[in-house]
Every structure is written in structure tokens, then in C-alpha cells.
């Protein structure tokens, strides 16, 4: 586990590999709490991705506009570029972000909040509606072996607060609080 700050103070995460599909496995681990390198675990991600992509497929009038954009395609030859673009996605030759995000709402109607390493959080389907809450944390400027910039997706595993309580998210979603040690988070985030 790791601690990592955001504006709002600081989550735990569960560290996921930066193997291209750091995104999906969050999402699968919040989703279905599975141990990160069970075959379990990577079969379900690469059947999120499959799920993310037809569903983008099938909505792809309200995705486009987006994705024409985030891809980089040229508007020209946007239809192509986004069919190739989804094959990619679904097939683990590209990263996922605000699409996948967004269809991972809508095809489990949950609410995901993003944590920002040293930004804000940004909830996606906020409706009441929402039947549980998944969490990850988005990592800007982390380091590739080959010393490359890189963006990076981890799984939160609990909340933390200034007065050194946090929320610890269960295996069915629910939230308990529960001490995790004496002092400020400054001095917590310091051990």
C-alpha cells in the first residue's frame, strides 16, 4: 500500500501494474476486490474492456464528439479512426480514461470518484441513483524504466482524514470508519 496526496487530504491505494491496463485492473479491483495478480483478476479486466468497448460502440454518438478529440483523429476520417481507436481499447493496445470512465458508470450504474495525485476529485455519475461508489487514484508524472513521463491508475483503498480516521471501503461497497492511529495526517503520512 502506498498513501497519496490529493487536494483534499490523502487516500491509501493498492498499487496496480503499469502494464497498459492500470485503469481497467482499478476498476476491477474496486469493483470485484480480487487479488490483483490472480488469473481471475486479469480475465475480468480484459472483459471489462471488451464491455467498455461495445458499449462505447453502441452509444457511440454521445462518446464521439470526445473521443475524436482524446484520439487525436482527424474529423476527416473520425468514423475509422474511431472504430480503430475502440479495437485498441478493447483489445489492451490502449489506455483507457474519461471514456472508459464514463461507460464504466453507465454499464455497472455505479458513481467512480477520481482522486488526482496533487489535484481535486472528480466524481463521474453523481445521481442518486448510483447503486455503490468505486474509487481510484489518477497519478500524473510517475517514471517509466524508461524514464518516460507516464499517467498511472491505482485502486483507493481507504480515505484518509485529517484526524487520522479513515474509511475503510468494504468487499460490497459499504463504508465503515475505523482508527488507524494517533496524530495528524501529516505526521501519518510521515510513517
Known amino acids: 500500500m502506498e498513501i497519496m496526496r490529493y487536494n483534499g487530504g490523502a487516500v491509501s491505494v493498492r498499487v496496480i501494474p503499469g502494464d497498459g491496463h492500470c485503469l481497467f485492473a482499478a476498476l ?39 473521443l475524436t ?16 481507436f475502440l479495437s485498441r481499447l478493447g483489445n489492451g493496445k490502449e489506455w483507457g480514461g474519461e471514456e472508459s470512465i464514463t461507460a464504466m458508470t453507465e454499464i455497472y450504474n455505479c458513481r467512480i470518484d477520481v482522486y488526482c495525485e496533487q489535484g481535486a476529485r472528480i466524481s463521474f455519475n453523481e445521481s442518486g441513483a ?21 499517467s498511472h491508475y ?5 480515505l484518509l482524514r485529517n484526524d487520522a ?26 510513517k
Open 28 to 66: 476491477v479491483h474496486q469493483y470485484h476486490r480480487m487479488e490483483i495478480n490472480s488469473k481471475e483478476h486479469r480475465d475480468a479486466t480484459l472483459d471489462i474492456r471488451k464491455r467498455i468497448e461495445n458499449h462505447i460502440r453502441e452509444n457511440l454518438e454521445r462518446y464521439a464528439p470526445s
Open 69 to 84: 478529440y482524446a484520439a487525436g483523429l482527424d474529423y476527416g476520417d473520425a468514423n475509422q479512426g474511431l472504430s480503430d
Open 130 to 150: 448510483a447503486n455503490r461508489t468505486l474509487r481510484v487514484a489518477y497519478r500524473i508524472g510517475g517514471r517509466t524504466s524508461k524514464s518516460v513521463e507516464r
Open 154 to 158: 491505482d485502486s483507493v483503498v481507504q
Open 165 to 190: 480516521t479513515a474509511e475503510i471501503l468494504s468487499t460490497n461497497g459499504a463504508e465503515e470508519n475505523r482508527n488507524i492511529g494517533t496524530g495528524t495526517l501529516q505526521q501519518l503520512l510521515e
